[in-house]
């Protein structure tokens, strides 16, 4: 009996012994499992921030390349949160704290004035707006931005704008060419031939409502071509922009001082008397009548001037006009001026637009 009792005593511990042995195995594969789930989870946290970091570096990279910034303005507090490309653009060190007061000062007045009153609208109306404003950054830097902004409402009260901000400075300042290119001439900076004939045609269709007087002075000027052929291209565009000076000089009052082609000029006057009219193209020929310094030397050239007075006619047929009386007064022997007289139309007429 005793060795039973001792036996069976040996069989329960050796089952006791299994079983806290089985129980420790599976303690441990349930301690290793859990450990390599939590690995493998700090693996994807890993990955994602990693993945994120890269994306914002991405996106950095990008608004910087595009010069573009993040912005966003708490409407109860007026406090602002601004991306790195935002600061930048203002030539504030990232990361400075901001209320929206102090970012005003880089409005110039215009500008603040059409912002304002934008974003009130906008708030007001819980509308999105876009605006292209000039601002002078804290470092004195005048630049170009365009603004996108957005609404944000809690139930149907405006609590917050965001949107981008971009620097389209250079764009405005190709912008800015392209107009003037089309405007002014490149070599004078007098009118251009576009921005002359757009001039004219609105003369001509207010005065033929108006009855009002108005007046084209075409110029011509004479000996101009012995400068280019004895001087060359260089001297000779020295010699236009003195000849376009004297005709800035003298002709203040008039309404457009064009270079129309080469050599040729042309003067509206808007209110017309025949006196002015005359009057100016004496001080036209004076001033053409003293010597240019073309190439390091002085040279004699002078001008003829045309002068058609505007009112019942087209702007193709003043044009046309002016150009007969322009001839009439190179036939007669340059340096002087004549009035359109109806018997001296060319044929064919030289066409201008």
């Known amino acids: 009996m005793k ?5 069976k005593a040996a069989t329960l511990s050796v089952r006791s012994a299994e079983t806290d042995a089985f129980s420790h195995d599976s303690t441990a594969a349930a301690v290793r499992h859990l450990t390599e789930l939590v690995e493998a989870q ?5 990955d994602y921030e990693i993945a994120l970091a890269r994306s914002r ?7 910087a390349a595009a010069r573009l910034g993040t912005w966003e303005c708490d409407l109860s507090t007026e406090t602002l949160q601004w991306s790195g490309g935002t600061y930048d653009m203002f030539d504030i060190p ?16 215009e500008s603040l004035k059409i912002l304002e009153t934008i974003r009130s609208r906008a708030i007001e109306q819980r509308r999105d707006f876009n605006l292209d404003a000039e601002i002078l950054t804290a470092k004195g830097n ?4 365009r603004i996108t902004a957005m609404v944000e409402c809690a139930g149907n009260r405006p609590i917050r704008l965001f949107g981008i901000k971009q620097d389209i400075t250079e764009e405005k300042t190709r912008w800015e060419r392209l107009r003037n290119l089309a405007e002014f001439d490149e070599l004078t900076g007098l009118a251009s031939r576009s921005r002359f004939r757009s001039r004219l045609t609105g003369l001509c269709e207010a005065h033929g409502a ?26 000779g565009d020295g010699c236009l922009k003195e000849a376009a000076q004297r005709l800035t000089d003298v002709c203040r009052n008039a309404s457009i001082v064009a270079r129309i082609g080469g050599d040729e000029f042309a003067v509206l006057l808007e209110t017309h008397y025949r006196i002015e009219a005359a009057e100016l193209a004496r001080k036209i020929i004076m001033a ?15 001008a003829s001037v045309g002068i058609a007075v505007a009112g019942g006619c087209s702007s193709e047929e003043l044009f046309q006009r002016a150009d007969a009386a322009l001839y009439s007064a190179k036939s007669a022997g340059r340096n002087t001026f004549r009035w359109f007289d109806p018997q001296s139309i060319r044929s064919p007429a030289r066409k201008f637009l």
């Not at 570096?57 to 608004?63: G, P, V």
């Not at 005048?142 to 931005?145: A, F, L, N, T, Y």
């Open 210 to 235: 108006r009855k009002r007087g108005g007046a084209l002075l075409l110029i011509d000027l004479d000996g101009f071509k012995e400068v280019n052929d004895s001087l060359g291209h260089a001297a």
């Open 288 to 302: 053409m009548s003293r010597p240019i310094n073309c190439g390091g030397q002085p040279f004699q050239i002078g």
């Open 142 to 145: 005048r630049r170009w931005i």
């Open 3 to 7: 060795a039973d009792r001792i036996r």
């Open 57 to 63: 570096e991405i996106f950095e990279r990008a608004s």
């Open 42 to 46: 700090a693996r994807v946290i890993s």
């Open 94 to 109: 990232r990361g400075s704290p901001l209320v929206r007061k102090q970012t005003l000062a880089c409005y110039p007045e």
